[in-house]
Structure formats: C-alpha cells, structure tokens
C-alpha cells in the first residue's frame, strides 16, 4: 500500500514537473514555438486584378472610385503601379485628380503592416492648397492603399524621404494614418 | 459562514465657511467633517477660485505623494490606488484611462491646485470609493469600499468621448456661477506666411498675404469694438511653425483660437466658404497608444526613447476636452459668414487639422472664400470684401461672447 502511495506521488511529482517546465518554457520571452504565419510582402499575387482608386467627385467633396487593373506581382510592386495611375489621373470627366501634375514617387516598401509612399516634396507647392483639397489628397492616396491591399493596416505619407507634419499646412501626416472610406459619403 | 463587512458610507458634509459659494471663489476654506464617525477622511479643503489645494486633499484623504525630478508630474496614492497628474495638463491617468478636468493641474502662486472635478474624476480611482457630490446640500457622499472606480475612457469609448464630458456628474457651472465676463484674449492665427504662400489664384493672389490683411482688419474691430485682447500668430510675412502658432494662444490663455485661410480647390469653379473644427476618432488614439500612456504616466516604462511620443499623443488630445465648444463657435462662425456674405454654404466640417491639435481653448479654422476661383479671387482683393470678411467675423466672435456671457456655451472655463 504504502509502495503504491509512493508511486502515486513520484508520478505526480514528475507531472507538475513536465507542465511547470511547459509552462516556463512558453513563458518564457523571445521563444518562438512555430513559425510564423502569414503573408510576407513579398508574396505572389496571381495575375492581374482590379483595384479601385479614390479620386475627387467634380465638386471636391467627397472621394469617387474609378477601377483600374494592376498586373505586378509584390505588394509594393502593386501600390507603386496603383499610387502613379493615382498621379495619372481619372479618366472620367466627372471625377476630379487629387494629386497635382508634376509629383513623382521617390519608393514605396512595406513593413509591419504599414505601407510608406515616398513622393517627391514638390507635392507640397504644386498642391492648390486649401484643407479639404489636402484632406482629399491625403485619403485618396491612403484610402487607395488600405482599402485595396488587406495586408496594409496604416499609410506613412514621406516627402523627399522625410515624415512630414502636413502636406501642404493643413492636414496631419505625421504617422503612420488608416484610411477613411467615409470620405466617400464626403463625411469626415 | 456569512461575512458581514461594514457598510462603510461615510457622509461627508462639506461646511461652506464663509456660507455662499460667490465667496468661495474669491479664497475660502472647506471643512470637511465626517459624520458617520467611520475612516480618517477629515480636514479641510482649501478652495479658492473653484479650484482646491493638492495640499489640502493628501491632508485629508491620507495621501503620499510623488513628484518627478522635473517637476511635472505628481502622483497620488491611496488605499486605493494612485493617479497621476501632468503639470499644465487637464488629464488625470490612472490604470490605463484617463479623465478629463474642466481646467488644468496647475500651479498658482506656488501651490499645486486642479479644479473641483478632481473630487469626482480623480479621487476616487486615489481613495478605491466612489465619491459623489451633491451641490443642493454642499456635500462629498465617499461610498462604500471597493466601490471606488474610475471615470475614464478607453479607446473604443472615444468616439463617444464629447458625450462622457456632459454626463460629468458635478457641474462645475454652479461654482462658477454667472461670474463669467466672456473672451479676454483672442488669438488670430493668419495662415501660412513666409516661405509657406499657401494657395495661389490663377493672378498671382497669395493666400499668406490675403488672410494676414483680414486678420488685421478683425484684430483693430475686435479690440476697438469689443475690447479684447488680441494676439496675431504672426504680424507681417514670415513663417511661424504650426505647433509654434497653437502654443503662443496657450501661453497667452487665450479663450479662443481662430485660424484664418484661404480656400482653393483643383477645380476653378468651386466656391463657397467653409469652417472646420478638429476631429477625433478612435482610430487617432488607438488601445496601443493609450497603453504606453498609461505606463508612461504610471512609470511601469522607463525607456526614455519613448518620451517625445508620448509629449506627442497627449498634445494631440489637449484640444479634446474642448471640442464641443469648438464645434458650436465653427457653427457660430459659419452661420453669421454664410449669412453675412450670402455665400455657398460648404458646411462646417471635422478634420485632422494640424494647427488646431494642441489648443487648450475653443480653436476652428475658417477658409473664407475660394482664391482658385477666378470671380472669387478679384472680389477677395479688394478692401471693402475684405472688411466685409472681418466685419462677418467680427459678428461671430461677438455673438460667441454673448452667449458665453449668457451661459449658453461653455467657453475655455466651463
């Protein structure tokens, strides 16, 4: 009897070692149990697709969508191609550009969820000024990236490589900023 | 086995020495007494100007404090937790939320003093008990143990935040009474200037130079007419930083912050005016921002680094304790231009401005009128539409002060 209570025991012991050590182990910080999951940025799109680009309506109210096909294969690959047909322009004469002639982008990369769009600084003085036009510039580019590309959850607007506190002295681009499809309804 | 624990309420009747709370204002001292005979909370409460002594409320609650070796943040302890108090700031942070006071921790004459709404907002998340104030019978109800929680938000209460500032259960208002005098000081923010033109009319009109004429026009009408103080942001073409026009109307404790601009759109024809207040939305201050707030504020981070970021979120959110009444002064401005001027009414309307984050008062900007507009352009150059501009302006700013004066808005001092 008393040799099966000491069994008990040992095993016991050797349990609440086994699930202590578990524990420590998981706790423990930096320690990667699994690889990690998910889509790297520099996954394969498959062929072309349609994204939709946020322009101005003709009253420069509220954003408007106009479809275009991108056909690269990374994901800033694709922004880069959707950002300049952005820079083109609507092809409707309804839909009005956000973005004036003229700027150019220095790179688009990705990291940690948030998608940086370097522009040319001359954005800022060929912008026609105005908050609600530079509000509109502003979503158009980051609402054309987040609402397009999942993987995306914030867009950091750079000129010239450098964060800016606004565009053209108005609208905060300070950080790393989500988009706003509400924008579409022209409601902040 | 029932455990009965003892209902400790304690009543705590707040005893009015100089018995009328006008008097209060100008310097007086509150007994607090303690009827029920329970806890340790007596003493007194030292009030002057609606505001209370930090000095007063560790005497009497029992409090340990700590001050950072700047200088700038005080820490409450109690039985029941601590708060931490920023120097020049309205907020109380305490376990990851944070409140908002109707004026901020301060320090006057060299004592540390916050505004009456501490008791509620603040003292309870110190003390672990609820306390609620009754101004009818002047007194502190301190409720029972455990009972004790704080008035915070969390993020995804932000939406709803300007709500929370309304359902405030102590009204401060009645402490201040009708002593309000309305605007002393109002700062004029003209846009852009110097190296930054701003939007440019298709004859070569500056913005920069369009907007400083106006403001100076409403500057000589407000101080001559209503006789306030004004401050310009900036008095002749040169560049003033965004933050740095924010942070001369709070040095100045201005009541009000009207930044003047010039509309343009990529279209020539669109035309109108528009006035904007700042906006807020769960997504500017995210769980993760609040989190390092809070141990930023609580100390559980020292990593320095980190600092600037949070110097940053809480500049972004001084404007939020005053956003109901920038809202009603963007209407009060848009109403009386739109009117005045017989104008497009664009609307009022929210956006991340960035010379408005960081105001501690009443702050809007206002376009008024579009200079990519070709007509628009030839009228804004002239004089008389200038005057008539600043005239229009000069209306809303006097009719805000009048309702101020009458106790309908709110104002920088509730």
Same mark, same amino acid.
């Given at each position: 009897?008393?040799?099966?209570?000491?069994?008990?025991?040992?095993?016991?012991?050797?349990?609440?070692?086994?699930?202590?050590?578990?524990?420590?182990?998981?706790?423990?910080?930096?320690?990667?149990?699994?690889?990690?999951?998910?889509?790297?940025?520099?996954?394969?799109?498959?062929?072309?697709?349609? %994204? @939709? !680009?946020?322009?101005?309506?003709?009253?420069?109210?509220?954003?408007?969508?106009? =479809?275009?096909?991108? $056909?690269?294969? &990374?994901?800033?690959?694709?922004?880069?191609?959707?950002?300049?047909?952005?820079?083109?322009?609507?092809?409707?004469?309804?839909?009005?550009?956000?973005?004036?002639?003229?700027?150019?982008?220095?790179?688009?990369?990705?990291?940690?969820?948030?998608?940086? %769009? @370097? !522009?040319?600084?001359?954005?800022?003085?060929?912008?026609?000024?105005?908050?609600? =036009?530079?509000?509109? $510039?502003?979503? &158009?580019?980051?609402?054309?990236?987040?609402?397009?590309?999942?993987?995306?959850?914030?867009?950091?607007?750079?000129?010239?490589?450098?964060?800016?506190?606004?565009?053209?002295?108005?609208?905060?681009?300070?950080?790393?900023?989500?988009?706003?499809?509400?924008?579409?309804?022209?409601?902040? | 086995?029932?455990?009965?624990?003892?209902?400790?309420?304690?009543?705590?009747?707040?005893?009015?020495?100089?018995?009328?709370?006008?008097?209060?204002?100008?310097?007086?001292?509150?007994?607090?007494?303690?009827?029920?005979?329970?806890?340790?909370?007596?003493?007194?409460?030292?009030?002057?100007?609606?505001?209370?002594?930090?000095?007063?409320?560790?005497?009497?609650?029992?409090?340990?404090?700590?001050?950072?070796?700047?200088?700038?943040?005080?820490?409450?302890?109690?039985?029941?937790?601590?708060?931490?108090?920023?120097?020049?700031?309205?907020?109380?942070?305490?376990?990851?939320?944070?409140?908002?006071?109707?004026?901020?921790?301060?320090?006057?004459?060299?004592?540390?003093?916050?505004?009456?709404?501490?008791?509620?907002?603040?003292?309870?998340?110190?003390?672990?008990?609820?306390?609620?104030?009754?101004?009818?019978?002047?007194?502190?109800?301190?409720?029972?143990?455990?009972?004790?929680?704080?008035?915070?938000?969390?993020?995804?209460?932000?939406?709803?935040?300007?709500?929370?500032?309304?359902?405030?259960?102590?009204?401060?208002?009645?402490?201040?009474?009708?002593?309000?005098?309305?605007?002393?000081?109002?700062?004029?923010?003209?846009?852009?200037?110097?190296?930054?033109?701003?939007?440019?009319?298709?004859?070569?009109?500056?913005?920069?130079?369009?907007?400083?004429?106006?403001?100076?026009?409403?500057?000589?009408?407000?101080?001559?007419?209503?006789?306030?103080?004004?401050?310009?942001?900036?008095?002749?073409?040169?560049?003033?930083?965004?933050?740095?026009?924010?942070?001369?109307?709070?040095?100045?404790?201005?009541?009000?912050?009207?930044?003047?601009?010039?509309?343009?759109?990529?279209?020539?024809?669109?035309?109108?005016?528009?006035?904007?207040?700042?906006?807020?939305?769960?997504?500017?201050?995210?769980?993760?921002?609040?989190?390092?707030?809070?141990?930023?504020?609580?100390?559980?981070?020292?990593?320095?680094?980190?600092?600037?970021?949070?110097?940053?979120?809480?500049?972004?959110?001084?404007?939020?304790?005053?956003?109901?009444?920038?809202?009603?002064?963007?209407?009060?401005?848009?109403?009386?231009?739109?009117?005045?001027?017989?104008?497009?009414?664009?609307?009022?309307?929210?956006?991340?401005?960035?010379?408005?984050?960081?105001?501690?008062?009443?702050?809007?900007?206002?376009?008024?009128?579009?200079?990519?507009?070709?007509?628009?352009?030839?009228?804004?150059?002239?004089?008389?539409?200038?005057?008539?501009?600043?005239?229009?302006?000069?209306?809303?700013?006097?009719?805000?002060?009048?309702?101020?004066?009458?106790?309908?808005?709110?104002?920088?001092?509730?």
């Amino acid at each position: 009897m008393k040799k099966v209570f000491k069994v008990v025991v040992i095993a016991a012991m050797a349990a609440a070692f086994v699930i202590a050590a578990l524990f420590f182990f998981k706790l423990m910080p930096g320690q990667e149990l699994g690889p990690i999951t998910g889509r790297s940025p520099e996954a394969e799109l498959e062929g072309p697709r349609v %994204i @939709d !680009l946020y322009f101005a309506d003709a009253d420069g109210r509220r954003l408007a969508l106009e =479809a275009r096909e991108v $056909t690269t294969q &990374s994901v800033e690959e694709s922004i880069h191609q959707a950002i300049r047909e952005l820079i083109a322009g609507p092809r409707k004469e309804s839909l009005s550009s956000t973005v004036p002639e003229g700027v150019g982008i220095r790179s688009v990369y990705y990291r940690d969820d948030i998608a940086y %769009i @370097d !522009l040319t600084p001359n954005i800022s003085s060929s912008h026609p000024g105005g908050s609600w =036009a530079e509000l509109l $510039t502003v979503y &158009s580019i980051i609402n054309t990236v987040t609402e397009n590309f999942s993987e995306v959850r914030k867009v950091q607007i750079l000129l010239g490589g450098r964060e800016h506190e606004t565009l053209a002295g108005h609208i905060d681009i300070s950080r790393p900023l989500p988009g706003r499809v509400q924008l579409l309804a022209g409601d902040w | 086995m029932r455990r009965i624990y003892p209902a400790v309420i304690l009543l705590v009747i707040f005893t009015f020495l100089t018995g009328s709370p006008t008097q209060a204002r100008t310097g007086s001292s509150i007994t607090l007494k303690n009827l029920s005979g329970f806890g340790n909370h007596s003493g007194f409460l030292n009030i002057d100007g609606g505001r209370i002594d930090i000095d007063s409320i560790v005497k009497a609650f029992s409090l340990r404090t700590s001050v950072d070796i700047m200088g700038d943040r005080l820490d409450l302890v109690g039985d029941g937790g601590s708060c931490r108090l920023l120097l020049g700031s309205s907020l109380v942070l305490s376990k990851g939320l944070f409140a908002v006071l109707t004026e901020p921790f301060d320090t006057i004459d060299g004592k540390m003093s916050v505004p009456l709404d501490f008791l509620t907002k603040g003292l309870p998340a110190i003390i672990g008990k609820s306390v609620a104030m009754d101004r009818e019978r002047q007194s502190l109800t301190v409720g029972p143990v455990g009972s004790g929680s704080f008035q915070g938000v969390n993020a995804d209460r932000l939406d709803r935040y300007a709500s929370f500032i309304q359902r405030d259960q102590f009204e401060p208002q009645a402490i201040e009474e009708s002593s309000y005098e309305g605007l002393r000081v109002v700062v004029l923010d003209p846009g852009h200037g110097g190296r930054s033109d701003g939007a440019r009319g298709g004859t070569g009109t500056l913005e920069k130079d369009l907007v400083l004429s106006v403001s100076q026009k409403l500057k000589n009408m407000l101080e001559e007419d209503l006789g306030v103080k004004v401050v310009l942001t900036r008095t002749a073409d040169y560049y003033v930083g965004l933050k740095e026009r924010t942070a001369i109307a709070n040095n100045n404790r201005a009541d009000l912050f009207l930044s003047i601009h010039a509309n343009a759109a990529f279209r020539k024809t669109v035309q109108g005016y528009e006035t904007y207040y700042l906006s807020f939305s769960a997504s500017d201050l995210e769980a993760s921002q609040l989190a390092q707030i809070e141990n930023k504020a609580l100390g559980v981070e020292g990593d320095a680094r980190e600092a600037p970021l949070l110097e940053a979120i809480l500049w972004d959110m001084a404007q939020l304790e005053f956003i109901n009444e920038s809202g009603r002064f963007a209407n009060q401005v848009q109403e009386t231009l739109v009117r005045s001027m017989k104008g497009k009414d664009r609307g009022v309307r929210q956006a991340p401005l960035a010379v408005l984050m960081g105001a501690r008062m009443p702050a809007t900007l206002v376009e008024i009128g579009f200079i990519s507009n070709p007509s628009q352009e030839i009228k804004l150059n002239r004089d008389a539409h200038q005057d008539r501009i600043a005239r229009a302006l000069f209306d809303a700013i006097s009719e805000y002060n009048r309702k101020l004066i009458r106790g309908e808005a709110g104002g920088r001092r509730p």
